[in-house]
């Protein structure tokens, strides 16, 4: 399996290492791309595909929906800290030499525009496209005359008995909006029963109320009519105003500051002290205000007053402002046609000649790699399950970041605890916006005897691992291990795109034990024999790492670099890379969103190529990649190159070490993204984005679709011997 040469564009001249370009500050704030401003554009990148009518019509209605949800997480804790500098007075200056200030007036016109499309986009083809399918949104104004019948029975029902208007006066003051909830805020004529003319009222309507009314198809006209909840309580307010004459109704939604303040060390109980922040987590600082385009001007006024914020701050919508609801239609509709087509995962890659179902055995007969979700996640989970009835199991410790109360994995830990097994679980309290399911799973294992901490005090623990303690023949004990990419959630590994680990090789073993015995006691750092820990020495190493290749390119080796990652913003391992590149080190970054570096600059970055894979799955994986002068190093790892995962995070990179295995990952991880002329977008040096197109005659290449034919379930035994031979063609390469 040879990799694809990719000439280097600026080689490096070792007779002069003082070159202009050797010499060159690599802190200027030119060579970086701010990371708000990149986050924005991979949004715009997943607005995409809500345009690309090669997708099913459905698939790219959820891409609509995506955006709305990403731009909403954006806001929340991304803008809420920049305006929160900003508030502080903090002189803070980002790698790219953007104030705060400045980096907020260049969010708003970004955001701006994209919101604006993203409504055209739904106006302009994804409504008229369902109407040809039967799936209608019956707009407000647009109602027949039986429709309207229907809905004010619908309201009069469902609705206005759970609806408490607020009339604003001095008694009534303005009500306390929850974060990202919908809204009416309405104008009113007239004098009521009292004598009271305030002439503003806000309408909260209840979380608990469905945000899509499905109507009867004899009556919405289509096989599925639907209207938005918020365009009904629009049409039928007058009803909660007696008397009065209703001139106006705007819905209006407000972005909170979402992120939890907890210092941690002056604090005896984590667990409470985030219950009580997850309490005022609905009622942060305001961000943003979204209205709808109608509401006049001295309405919106009003509201950025009531809320702090300021012009900047306002975005007038051409629909309803709870875009994100329309996800419900993709659960709701049962059209296959519309969406992607159903796969069934492929099965765990066995060593013998049979489906032992003894998972233990399988692992002892060799280390086994798994892609999700092209393979099923069900093994990892057997195993645990497996491991909570085997008598001779003694112990199971596992890391828990992102995984649901109710979800099997924490069912298989308190069987397992339950069936007398010493259960260690160390739960990740701080996930961000998984707080209270982790809160609740932490309680409930606890509650079963599972001995629950949550890590280490500054340190958010974000590696994945599972350790398996087991006594075997002749008495000895022999550790199992689990070390993956992503999360032990059993719904998220059908759609993100991760590798997983199971071994039974002893040093791995050890090394996990270690990594437990720093989460869960105290002691210095033991030494690891296989494993990269941060933030001890992960990022050591990938500098290093980073350092042995371009000393391979100065001495006229080849020398190459692959790194695929969620994200890349770390300085030190930037101007890493640019070294790399100044020396003539061929550079590949797969990015899915954020990256602050920025290729092809003259005499810096020419070296290095940065794309970007938006498709049916979220790209997860983050894998290191490093040639070696022909003895490939290739790690897999669950932190991404930004500082919080290499400084400030617990996290794992672990070696890839067995050939086929190593051949595995390059291919399926690597080059089949490096190939992709169909999902994949290229960073250009000013920042933007462009989505790359098969060439003339050149065939369409989408490394997810690829991968899903070579490892659907019963494609398996093929792509093995595929890279059985294509193993045996590096060996060749390297003799």
């Known amino acids: 399996m040879n990799l694809p040469a990719r000439s280097p564009a600026n080689p490096a001249n070792p007779a002069n290492p003082a070159s202009p370009a050797a010499a060159m500050d690599l802190s200027l704030p030119s060579l970086y ?218 819905q209006f939604r407000v972005t909170r500051d979402s992120e939890l303040w907890v210092q941690e060390e002056d604090v005896e109980d984590l667990l409470n002290a985030l219950k009580g922040e997850l309490r005022t987590r609905n009622f942060g600082d305001a961000v943003r205000l979204e209205v709808s385009e109608t509401c006049p001007p001295e309405m919106s006024d009003f509201l950025l007053q009531k809320f702090g914020l300021h012009t900047d701050d306002l975005y007038r919508v051409d629909g309803p402002v709870n875009l994100h609801r329309l996800a419900t239609l993709y659960e709701v509709i049962k059209r296959p046609d519309l969406k992607f087509p159903s796969f069934i995962p492929g099965p765990k890659r066995t060593r013998g000649t049979d489906t032992a179902t003894d998972i233990f055995a399988d692992v002892r007969r060799g280390d086994i790699l798994l892609h999700h979700p092209y393979e099923s996640f069900s093994t990892v989970l057997e195993m645990v399950r497996q491991a909570a009835s085997d008598p001779n199991v003694l112990a199971i410790k596992q890391t828990l970041y992102r995984t649901g109360a109710d979800s099997p994995m924490a069912e298989a830990l308190l069987e397992a605890s339950r069936a007398g097994k010493e259960v260690t679980a160390v739960v990740e309290l701080r996930a961000r916006f998984d707080e209270a399911a982790n809160i609740s799973l932490a309680t409930k294992l606890q509650q079963a005897g599972v001995t629950v901490v949550y890590g280490i005090v500054g340190f958010k623990t974000h590696a994945k691992a599972l350790l398996i303690v087991r006594r075997e023949d002749g008495g000895r004990l022999r550790r199992y291990v689990h070390l993956g990419t992503g999360n032990y959630h059993t719904v998220t590994t059908q759609f993100y795109g991760d590798f997983s680990f199971l071994t039974c090789n002893e040093q791995f073993g050890v090394d996990v034990h270690n ?105 997860h994986h983050r894998i290191y990649y490093f040639l070696n002068d022909g003895q490939e190093q290739v790690f897999c790892a669950s932190a991404d190159l930004m500082s919080r995962n290499l400084l400030r995070r617990v996290e794992t990179g672990f070696p890839i070490e067995e050939p086929l295995l190593r051949a595995r990952v390059i291919q399926e991880g690597l080059l089949a993204y490096l190939a992709d002329n169909v999902q994949a977008w290229e960073l250009q040096a000013d920042g933007v984005y462009l989505r790359v197109q ?42």
């Not at 969010?107 to 499309?117: D, F, M, N, P, T």
């Not at 994804?126 to 005359?145: F, H, V």
């Not at 005659?697 to 035994?717: D, F, K, W, Y």
């Open 515 to 619: 990594v437990f015995m720093q989460l869960t006691g105290f002691g210095q750092c033991a030494p690891l024999h296989k494993i990269l820990m941060s933030p001890f020495t992960l990022m050591e190493r990938l500098l290093a790492m980073i350092e042995q290749e371009i000393e391979h390119a100065r001495q006229g080796r080849p020398a190459r670099i692959i790194c695929k990652v969620n994200a890349i913003t770390e300085t030190h391992i930037i101007e890493a890379l640019y070294r790399a590149s100044q020396a003539g080190v061929t550079v590949d970054l797969i990015v899915r969103g954020i990256c602050a570096l920025r290729p092809g600059v003259p005499g810096v970055s020419d070296n290095i190529r940065v794309r970007s894979i938006v498709g049916r799955f979220l790209e």
């Open 33 to 250: 791309i701010n990371r708000e401003l990149s986050q924005l554009e991979f949004n715009r990148r997943v607005l995409e595909q809500a345009k690309d009518k090669s997708l099913p019509l459905l698939e790219r209605l959820r891409f609509l929906t995506i955006f709305s949800t990403n731009l909403d997480e954006f806001y929340e804790i991304r803008v809420a800290s920049i305006k929160e500098q900003v508030g502080f007075g903090l002189p803070q200056v980002s790698p790219d030499g953007r104030t705060p200030q400045g980096t907020l007036r260049e969010i708003k016109g970004v955001a701006q525009r994209l919101v604006k499309e993203q409504y055209q986009i739904l106006q302009e083809q994804i409504l008229p496209a369902l109407a040809t399918e039967g799936i209608r949104l019956l707009k407000l104004y647009n109602w027949s005359a039986a429709q309207e019948a229907w809905l004010e029975e619908y309201f009069d029902r469902e609705v206005l008995p759970v609806l408490t208007p607020i009339g604003l006066d001095p008694s009534h003051p303005f009500p306390n909006i929850q974060n990202k909830t919908l809204n009416l805020i309405v104008a009113l004529a007239g004098d009521d029963a009292f004598g009271r003319d305030s002439g503003i009222a806000i309408v909260q309507i209840p979380r608990s109320l469905p945000r899509l009314v499905f109507l009867p198809s004899g009556v919405s006209e289509a096989p599925n009519g639907f209207a938005f909840l918020g365009s009904i309580v629009t049409t039928f307010v007058s009803k909660l105003f007696p008397g009065m004459n209703v001139t106006g109704s705007y």
């Open 694 to 735: 098969p060439q003339p005659g050149e065939e369409p290449r989408s490394a997810q679709e690829t991968l899903l034919r070579q490892l659907s379930a019963s494609s398996v035994a093929a792509h093995t011997q595929l890279l059985l031979d294509n193993y045996q063609a590096r060996e060749d390469l390297f003799e």
